[in-house]
């Protein structure tokens, strides 16, 4: 049996600003994460708490974006693991595959309540101000509100980037 199915039609802002646009995640990415050693349990928005729904800037549970510059579309997933673990995945596409990163676990402990995730993922673009530097991003990155941290490809791999936010 399938823990993810991400072959629904999925919406997201493909950049800030812009309009949104909805996109079929290949069938290829949700037999990649179902086979996977851990098992991970899809998150919807609707586990989200209210306030990271809403309006004006509503969080993610999925962004697809280009996050290493290769113009091949990546993923980037929030998924509930080992009961009471909030994981960030990303998958690169490859072209003929993914390959995947585990940005975070987040353990919730006995406070878990899977209906009310509260944390959410954002797309950001451009400049990023941290407490002692600024970041120009080169591609679009993750934003976390658990963690408070940017995560985005330098050289081969995700770094970590504290925020202001």
């Given at each position: 049996m399938n823990r993810f199915d991400l072959s629904l039609m999925l919406c997201f802002t493909a950049s800030l600003g812009a309009q949104a646009s909805c996109q079929t995640v290949p069938g290829a990415l949700t037999d990649y994460v179902n086979s996977l050693e851990v098992s991970y349990v899809q998150i919807h928005?609707?586990?989200?708490?209210?306030?990271?729904?809403?309006?004006?800037?509503?969080?993610?549970?999925?962004i697809v974006a280009d996050f290493n510059g290769d113009h091949?579309?990546?993923?980037?997933?929030?998924?509930?693991?080992?009961?009471?673990?909030?994981?960030?995945?990303?998958?690169?596409?490859?072209?003929?595959?993914?390959?995947?990163?585990?940005?975070?676990?987040?353990?919730?402990?006995?406070?878990?309540?899977?209906?009310?995730?509260?944390?959410?993922?954002?797309?950001?673009?451009?400049?990023?101000?941290?407490?002692?530097?600024?970041?120009?991003?080169?591609?679009?990155?993750?934003?976390?509100s658990a963690k408070r941290d940017l995560f985005y490809w330098d050289n081969g791999e995700f770094r970590r980037f504290l925020t202001e936010d």
């Open positions: 928005e609707d586990d989200l708490q209210r306030h990271l729904r809403e309006e004006p800037n509503p969080g993610n549970t999925v091949l579309n990546d993923y980037a997933l929030l998924a509930k693991n080992r009961g009471t673990y909030v994981s960030l995945l990303v998958f690169i596409g490859e072209g003929d595959g993914f390959s995947h990163h585990v940005l975070y676990d987040h353990n919730y402990g006995i406070y878990f309540n899977e209906h009310q995730i509260e944390e959410a993922i954002f797309l950001k673009e451009g400049v990023v101000r941290g407490p002692d530097e600024t970041l120009n991003l080169k591609n679009p990155a993750i934003y976390s």
